[in-house]
């Protein structure tokens, strides 16, 4: 049985093939550096996939188990419940007292008649007449 060794076959320089790897940007992207490229890719890639599209969703999940957990203690504990309603009834009565101090606040028909009237006697007691008048030209 016969077999080569490597000091049979001489090899001759500048006869050897190097393989050729694309280059971009002065950087000649062999296998390893090609692999440390994807991997960068790959992880700002998982990266941007988990703000956008993980983290909005997880923070839904947490409010909607934190009102979930909300409501369950406010159906377990019933005289809380009942004093909400009864604190939200008392702020209802309170802004309409309110509201009724502000509206009779307001002139009626009758009293801007009046305040009217009282403006036009004022007017003819001091003697105001009116000197010019231009209405806007539009």
């Known amino acids: ?21 694309p280059t971009a940007f002065g950087i000649t992207f062999t296998p390893q550096v ?3 490229t994807f991997a960068i890719l790959g992880l700002a890639a ?5 703000m956008n599209l993980m983290l ?13 957990s909300t409501k369950q203690n406010d159906l377990q504990n019933p005289e809380v419940l009942q004093k909400k309603i009864k604190e939200k009834e008392e702020e209802l ?7 009724r101090r502000v509206l009779s606040q307001f002139s009626t028909e009758k009293s801007l008649d009046t ?6 006697t004022f007017v003819k007691n001091t003697r105001g007449t009116l000197l010019k008048y231009e209405p806007d030209s539009e």
């Not at 077999?3 to 090899?11: G, L, P, Q, V």
């Not at 998982?46 to 988990?50: C, N």
């Open 56 to 68: 909005p969703a997880w923070q839904e999940y947490q409010t909607l188990k934190n009102d979930l």
């Open 34 to 36: 090609s692999g440390i």
């Open 115 to 120: 305040l009217l009237l009282d403006l036009n």
């Open 1 to 21: 049985m016969t077999y080569a060794t490597d000091d049979d076959f001489m090899s001759v320089e500048g006869q050897e093939e190097d393989p050729e790897y």
């Open 46 to 50: 998982a990266f941007y996939l988990a």
């Open 93 to 99: 009565k309170q802004a309409k007292q309110q509201n």
